[in-house]
């Protein structure tokens, strides 16, 4: 059994999901060993900025990382300028430890829904003491209400791609006052040389790599007021990785430090409500994987099976107006000339399957947000009554030639961009029952708009 985590407290986050939040590393393991680091002399400091991850219509998951060790605490309340004045709410307080690289998570709840919480971050040790800046976060609607939300996603942000932070695709989202942004994977290029060093072998390597991409001042000035919902890629391990590769356990690892999940310490995929008006599904394609050269037959499977049926009845059970589906893979896009291919084309068995499903149970309203390929594009699927967007890279190398789709699944492509950073942003109006999907360049401009009406 995986040891208890000290330093997160990460109660009752995941919808339906029956598993026991706890966290730590895979002991025995030499490649997860975490030799401690030095603490600096001098006062306490908070070093990469705060954020609220997983934000629900009661709980928040705050984090933040100090310079050496002690202990965190949130204040926080609903008016920006008492956030630190008598009367305001005080978290419990959990440590700062080496063994996580000095990284604390908190999580607030009791929380009135659909509200607008202010909060700093206290972090103390002997004597010395630091305060964040007043960050923020809205709570979701009650799970009764229809209510309208405006939200992001984008994915890829890579030092080792000869791109390095500031990016300013994160200012041109933060200007969109989203109810939250998602992180679709490759947060990190952590299998790449970046000026901190080599690929990553050790969990404190990667924890360099997300320093890195973390001290960017215009992630920290997102991620202070938008609450993240962050999905993992290969990059966070090794290029192109399917399955429990050896360096797989080493990667989540830093991953579950550097990011406030209300899942693990193994566990990615989760679901998340807004209300009735979205429930948005983040998949893990990476570590329940089967090979990708193994040939595309019943069994085959990118997802494993108890995800896979995790994801049937969830998406089949819900309520939600609308149903997205976060995955950093494609669905058709054939991305290379000659097999294997890194997507859902090497797991069309599968996601046969799953749709079949979908289709069986008379699922609507279904929407795919994916990454990874380094381009935006906009994909019907009129057969399987369906959108797939691709909103990428926010700071990598963008591609400058298409690629096909493969025509498995009746694939409709309505919008490529290429050769441009992008990131998506989507508006639900309860009201008049739509979706709208826009598709932007890093400095904010619109390339391509869609309007989806619900059925």
């Not at 942000?157 to 200007?175: E, K, L, N, Y």
């Not at 991409?213 to 938008?226: C, E, S």
């Not at 059970?317 to 090497?346: E, G, N, Y």
């Amino acid at each position: 059994m995986p040891e208890n985590r000290p330093m997160v407290d990460r109660r009752g986050f995941l919808k339906g999901s029956g598993a026991v939040l706890v966290g730590g590393s895979v002991s025995g393991s030499r490649l997860l060993t975490r030799p401690a680091a030095a603490a600096p002399a001098g006062d306490i400091a908070v070093t990469h900025g705060v954020a609220a991850g997983d934000v629900t219509a009661e709980s928040a998951l705050v984090w933040c990382r100090a310079s050496g060790p002690g202990r965190m605490q949130v204040v926080y309340g609903t008016h920006p300028g008492r956030v630190a004045a008598r009367g305001a709410r005080h978290s419990r307080s959990v440590p700062l430890e080496a063994d996580h690289d000095f990284i604390g998570q908190v999580t607030l709840d009791g929380l009135e829904p659909g509200s607008r919480y202010y909060y700093q971050v206290v972090v103390r040790d002997r004597g010395h003491r630091a305060v964040s800046g007043v960050a923020s976060f809205s709570t979701a609607p009650r799970a009764s209400d229809s209510a309208d939300v405006r939200f992001v996603w984008s994915a890829d942000t890579g030092q080792g791609m000869a791109h390095r932070p500031p990016f300013p695709a994160f200012s041109a989202m933060a200007a969109e006052s989203p109810a939250f942004f998602i992180f679709n994977g490759d947060t990190i290029y952590g299998d790449t040389t970046t000026p901190v060093g080599g690929p990553a072998r050790s969990v404190p390597d990667y924890w360099a790599k997300y320093k890195e991409n973390r001290a960017d001042p215009l992630l920290q000035q997102l991620l202070a007021h938008t609450p993240v919902i962050v999905n993992w890629d290969d990059h966070e391990v090794v290029n192109d990785f399917r399955g429990p590769v050896p360096l797989m356990p080493v990667g989540r690892a830093a991953f579950h430090d550097y990011w406030p999940l209300s899942v693990g310490p193994e566990r990615i995929h989760r679901s998340l409500g807004w209300g009735r008006s979205l429930e948005v599904f983040v998949l893990d394609g990476r570590q329940y994987a089967d090979p990708l050269e193994q040939a595309d037959q019943p069994g085959k499977s990118m997802l494993g099976e108890e995800q896979r049926q995790w994801l049937i009845d969830g998406v089949t059970r819900s309520q939600a107006t609308w149903k997205v589906l976060v995955t950093s893979s494609p669905l058709s896009i054939i991305r290379s000339a000659k097999p294997p291919q890194d997507d859902f084309v090497a797991y069309e068995w599968e996601l046969g399957e799953i749709l079949s499903a979908f289709r069986d149970a008379g699922v609507r309203n279904l929407v795919w947000l994916t990454a990874d390929v380094h381009w935006a594009q906009s994909i019907h699927y009129p057969d399987h009554r369906m959108w797939e967007f691709v909103g990428c890279p926010a700071g990598a190398n963008p591609r400058t030639a298409p690629r096909p789709l493969s025509p498995t699944f009746g694939p409709q492509e309505t919008f490529l961009g290429l050769n441009e950073r992008y990131y998506g942003a989507v508006a639900i109006d309860a009201s008049a029952g739509t979706m709208t999907v826009d598709l932007k360049v890093e400095n904010g401009d619109l390339r391509h708009r869609q309007v989806i009406r619900a059925e």
